[in-house]
């Protein structure tokens, strides 16, 4: 079946720490990947998203992903974080065209 | 450009009770899709809609239903509700059919 772990629910970093939040996915093929980000109560924004090609995307807000295809893995990264990033960050698999299927989330916490 | 765009905010309904949901789409789009997010878990995709038809289903039931209008703009219903219903309900609106922009969601509380 389909799917996409991510394997922390909670991390807490300092502010301006980096930041690595991971990714897993499980397709028959490799699918289109995106990482979302939620605060709390509202909608999602999209942060980036991987189709094909370079294997290291720009998102927005300074935050980068890196597609593994040997380790099925999609993980987000942000050199610096400032304490605005604190949310929840969504990792999600797409390759019908249609459903989004979503990880569980990662909910970030960022120290003064 | 407005984004996607949602109403009602937040609405309190009644176990029994019949629901509607609204959604406009980013300027552009052709395609909707609808997902329930449970508190503190992803969301889960319950359908799109694309030239006015339903064109994929996520495992819910039939007393989940949309339409899609002319102008691309969507609704969901949910009839007979039950208090598992509660929940964030998200709209996203597509061009490519793959990257989706969701609105900022419907907060249903079913008592």
């Known amino acids: 079946a389909q799917s996409v772990t991510q394997p922390d629910i909670h991390i807490t970093v300092s502010e301006g720490a980096s930041l690595e939040l991971r990714c897993n996915y499980s397709?028959?093929?490799?699918?289109?990947l995106f990482w979302y980000v939620q605060s709390p109560g509202q909608g999602l924004q999209l942060l980036l998203k991987?189709?094909?090609?370079?294997?290291l995307v720009q998102g927005i807000k300074g935050f980068e992903a890196e597609f593994k295809r040997s380790q099925s893995s999609f993980n987000l990264r942000k050199p610096s974080v400032h304490w605005s990033d604190a949310a929840e960050y969504f990792c999600?698999?797409?390759?019908?065209?249609?459903?989004?299927?979503f990880g569980q989330g990662t909910e970030l916490s960022v120290k003064p | 450009d407005a984004g996607v765009t949602q109403s009602p905010t937040h609405l309190i309904k009644t176990r029994g009770q019949q629901v509607t949901l609204r959604c406009s789409p980013k300027?552009?789009?052709?395609?909707v899709s609808w997902y329930q997010q449970a508190l503190g878990q992803g969301p889960q995709f319950i359908f799109q809609?694309?030239?006015?038809?339903?064109?994929q289903r996520g495992n819910f039931p039939d007393r989940f239903s949309g339409h899609q209008f002319p102008n691309y703009s969507s609704e969901l219903n949910v009839n007979a509700l039950l208090l598992g219903d509660s929940a964030l309900y998200l709209c996203?609106?597509?061009?490519?059919?793959?990257?989706?922009?969701f609105g900022p969601g419907t907060r249903l509380t079913v008592l």
């Open positions: 996203a609106s597509s061009s490519d059919g793959y990257t989706q922009y």
């Open positions: 397709y028959g093929a490799t699918p289109y």
């Open positions: 991987y189709f094909s090609g370079d294997t």
């Open positions: 999600a698999g797409n390759n019908q065209g249609g459903k989004l299927i």
């Open positions: 300027s552009g789009h052709d395609t």
């Open positions: 809609y694309y030239e006015e038809e339903e064109r």
